[in-house]
């Protein structure tokens, strides 16, 4: 396995912008950090600045992964670099969205008070659309291509893709019923930083879990195959077994919430 400095400069190699947007989402991230220390407008019962430091950090690992995993299809240097910026610009625009309307103090998903907001949130949803069916065409070309890694690892990075938009599914029911939690409603008690509903059910779980499949599974993957000196073949029934018991786990997390029970019940 390659150390993670390795995979750092494959990244920044690969594609300097999107390294570069990279790196501006942990700038943002430490912004929000001292926006926590300096501010204490609350929203939606925590700190403004909370929500976008979680999606800082997130957009830095899924861009940072997406733009390592990329690597490994036997793609052009130009299709590369036209879907590396397609995915790191419209996420970096996307979280601008939500930082902007943080320091308003205002909500940016469900956020339909003006038509301004209205617009914002919309053009946050084509956004997200737009990175879904980049996701689509992954697991495409997943299944059509041989991807430069070995067998258990193209299976378990196809598994992440699929998870992954099973994920941003959950995300889309959370639009249709315009909240996070089931049975409360949103903007009650919560864990800290995560703000998971701890006396209802919270539909952010399950799409928490489903988002960063793409990054455990193939970590899995990796980490077995230095373990388990077997067969490749036994190796991807470990990845396959492993994967579908996550999307169980995924499955029940989304049941538990749809029934109005929290994840962790603390009051």
């Not at 926590?36 to 950090?57: A, C, E, H, S, Y």
């Not at 240097?77 to 970096?92: A, D, P, Q, Y």
């Not at 939500?98 to 003006?114: D, E, F, K, L, P």
Request: charged content about 10%; proline content about 3%; glycine content about 10%.
């Amino acid at each position: 396995m390659k150390s993670i400095k390795n995979i750092i400069g494959i990244v920044k190699k690969s594609s300097p912008i999107l390294y570069g947007i990279v790196i501006l989402h942990l700038l943002m991230a430490i912004g929000c950090i001292i926006g926590l220390l300096v501010d204490d407008r609350t929203l939606m019962g925590i700190n403004v600045w909370i929500k976008p430091l979680k999606f800082t950090i997130s957009g830095a690992i899924y861009i940072f992964t997406f733009g390592y995993l990329i690597t490994l299809y036997p793609f052009s240097t130009r299709k590369k670099n036209i879907i590396n910026n397609i995915t790191s610009w419209t996420l970096l625009l996307e979280i601008g969205i939500i930082i902007y309307q943080a320091a308003r103090g205002v909500q940016s998903h469900y956020n339909m008070s003006s038509a301004f907001d209205g617009m914002l949130f919309a053009a946050m949803g084509i956004l997200i659309g737009i990175n879904v069916l980049i996701m689509v065409f992954f697991i495409i070309e997943t299944l059509r291509l041989r991807l430069k890694t070995s067998r258990p690892v193209q299976w378990a990075i196809l598994m992440g893709w699929i998870i992954i938009v099973v994920g941003s599914w959950i995300g889309g029911q959370m639009i249709s019923q315009v909240a996070h939690t089931v049975g409360v409603a949103d903007g009650g008690a919560g864990l800290p930083i995560l703000n998971w509903s701890t006396v209802a059910g919270d539909l952010r779980v399950a799409h928490f879990f489903g988002l960063h499949s793409i990054q455990i599974i193939p970590l899995f993957a990796v980490w077995l195959s230095k373990k388990w000196n077997t067969t490749s073949r036994n190796q991807v029934i470990g990845v396959v077994v492993f994967g579908l018991l996550f999307a169980g786990w995924i499955g029940f997390t989304f049941y538990q919430a749809k029934q109005g029970m929290p994840f962790i019940k603390l009051s």
